[in-house]
């Protein structure tokens, strides 16, 4: 894989790239990316679902067009003279098949030439609950006939802001990973991939990670030293950390979903070693304790 740092620019006028749910975390994110790394902010269009939360996007020079997955007939016209698409994948967990499904026909139509999607690690082996939702879209990309990338995203260092939170009030930090690895990396590790790729216009599948997986135990005891609050990591069965979740507020079908990926952290299905990530955006991936720093300060 080339040093993305070295990559020339090859766009011209002709050449748009949208990005879809780009007021989400993840979709200003990779705007930004675009834009730090050469791309023209008028040759970017930000698909959002409530334009009247785009000014942010606006300020920066980019096009704003209505996008909504659940309002397909938003979709073609936000596409329209679209060259390069990234798709991110939706969170409504058991809707989203659907609703990729809605973007892929009208980038289809719209003759979008470069689709990239927001997948999952190994997105056609693991058996990580979450993932069937992201291998039945990547064979509805694949079935389009247009040229593709998958963006496999392992997990977000960002998902355990919430935990971390409690767990410093607390003192505990609770899971059901045992002793598995995270090879966990930051949103905007995930953001800059995505923009790399969509200015290199370059199909293929992209098993993305962090550098250093850590376990649940480190992400305490790096919380903890941080903090300045003591912190122990406990590992529950299954179940017990299913209703932790559920007393914590979250719906039962989706705690169950987050426990049980748990353990398939403790199986090792979130680890990697093989550095594409860091690879790709030339650079290595943000290191645990300045992902927490921005985490614990936000």
């Not at 698409?85 to 990729?100: C, D, E, F, K, T």
Request: cysteine-free.
């Amino acid at each position: 894989m080339r040093d993305s740092r070295k990559t020339i620019h090859l766009q011209g006028a002709d050449m748009t790239i949208a990005v879809t749910g780009a007021t989400g975390q993840l979709g200003r994110l990779v705007v930004e990316s675009l834009i730090a790394r050469g791309t023209e902010p008028g040759e970017i269009v930000a698909v959002v679902r409530d334009t009247a939360k785009a000014d942010g996007l606006r300020a920066l020079g980019v096009e704003v067009r209505e996008g909504d997955y659940d309002r397909p007939e938003t979709l073609t016209a936000a596409l329209t003279g679209v060259h390069r698409l990234l798709l991110i994948s939706g969170n409504a967990v058991g809707q989203r098949v659907a609703q990729h499904t809605a973007v892929i026909e009208a980038a289809r139509a719209a003759g979008v030439g470069f689709l990239a999607y927001t997948s999952i690690l190994r997105a056609d082996t693991t058996p990580i609950g979450l993932a069937p939702e992201h291998q039945a879209t990547e064979e509805k990309i694949k079935n389009s006939g247009i040229p593709y990338a998958f963006l496999r995203n392992g997990w977000y260092v960002e998902n355990y802001a919430g935990a971390l939170a409690g767990a410093v009030a607390q003192g505990t930090l609770y899971g059901s990973a045992g002793d598995g690895k995270i090879a966990a990396a930051t949103r905007a590790d995930f953001a800059e991939a995505a923009a790399v790729v969509l200015i290199n216009g370059e199909p293929g599948v992209y098993e993305l990670a962090g550098d250093h997986g850590f376990t649940l135990a480190e992400l305490a005891a790096e919380t903890a030293r941080q903090s300045g609050s003591p912190i122990a990591y406990q590992n529950l069965p299954v179940a017990d950390y299913t209703q932790a979740l559920v007393g914590a507020g979250l719906p039962e079908g989706y705690a169950g979903l987050l426990a049980d990926t748990d353990t398939k952290i403790a199986e090792g299905h979130l680890d990697d070693s093989t550095g594409t990530l860091s690879r790709l955006i030339g650079r290595p991936t943000t290191p645990l304790a300045d992902a927490l720093a921005a985490i614990l300060k936000g």
